[in-house]
């Protein structure tokens, strides 16, 4: 059995909030690496986790965050842009910026 659920599984609570932590836990070692390369001079990583699913009510990606706007200017956006994103995804997760450490 995966440990991670397909989307068409029903989870119990405490299963699904085991899930959310990991998530945020992934998304939290990812920020560090990406925002720490960003001070290197290195382009700015994308905040994806491959769960890629929007929340009930559509405000944000479950995985990374983002809202379907910071999805699709991600592409084009420069990396000020980038980091900016960042900063409001990391928010919206209720997560610490590493910047700011």
Do not use: Y
Request: with cysteine; net charge positive.
């Amino acid at each position: 059995m995966s440990s991670v659920a397909n989307s068409s599984e029903v989870l119990a609570p405490e299963q699904q909030a085991h899930l959310q932590a990991q998530q945020r836990k992934q998304l939290a070692w990812k920020a560090r690496a990406a925002l720490a390369g960003a001070d290197a001079g290195e382009p700015v990583a994308s905040p994806c986790i491959n769960v890629c699913r929007m929340t009930e009510d559509r405000s944000h990606c479950q995985g990374c965050f983002r809202t379907i706007d910071e999805i699709r200017a991600w592409s084009k956006a420069d990396a000020a842009e980038r980091l900016q994103i960042w900063g409001r995804l990391l928010q919206r997760a209720g997560l610490n910026d590493p910047r700011s450490a």
